[in-house]
């Protein structure tokens, strides 16, 4: 069973920069991609970026390309989620989420998930 556990979370101004943390349990971390996805209430949770957490490719949704960055360090057992020039619309809870390789976008194909850590973005 893998365990996540999200840090960094918080509320900053339009322009700002946060990072988040995911901390993953597993040791054979290298047949497993992390993804981050983001939710707002009444709405889909909407696909932020991932990474292999093996050779280390990443993919990002068009809305945070250029400006988020997902980075993982397996000596810490963490993956990061480097947010920079936030907006207002990038508010909502950020879920960090694991799944057998490879990576994918869609939330409903992740088998772990982390309890969720709230990122406020002010105008």
């Known amino acids: 069973q893998v365990q996540l556990v999200e840090s960094g979370g918080g509320l900053v101004q339009a322009g700002g920069s946060l990072r988040l943390s995911c901390a993953f349990s597993?040791?054979?971390?290298?047949?497993?991609?992390m993804g981050w996805f983001r939710q707002n209430p009444g709405k889909e949770r909407e696909f932020v970026a991932a990474?292999?957490?093996?050779?280390?490719?990443?993919y990002y949704a068009d809305s945070t390309k250029g400006r988020f960055t997902i980075a993982r360090d397996n000596a810490k057992n963490t993956v990061y989620l480097q947010m920079n020039s936030l907006k207002p619309e990038d508010t909502a809870v950020y879920y960090c989420?694991?799944?057998?390789?490879?990576?994918?976008?869609?939330?409903?194909?992740?088998?772990?998930w982390g309890q969720g850590t709230q990122v406020s973005v002010s105008s």
């Open positions: 989420a694991m799944k057998l390789l490879p990576a994918r976008t869609n939330a409903r194909e992740y088998d772990y």
């Open positions: 990474i292999n957490l093996s050779g280390g490719s990443t």
């Open positions: 597993t040791r054979t971390f290298s047949v497993y991609a």
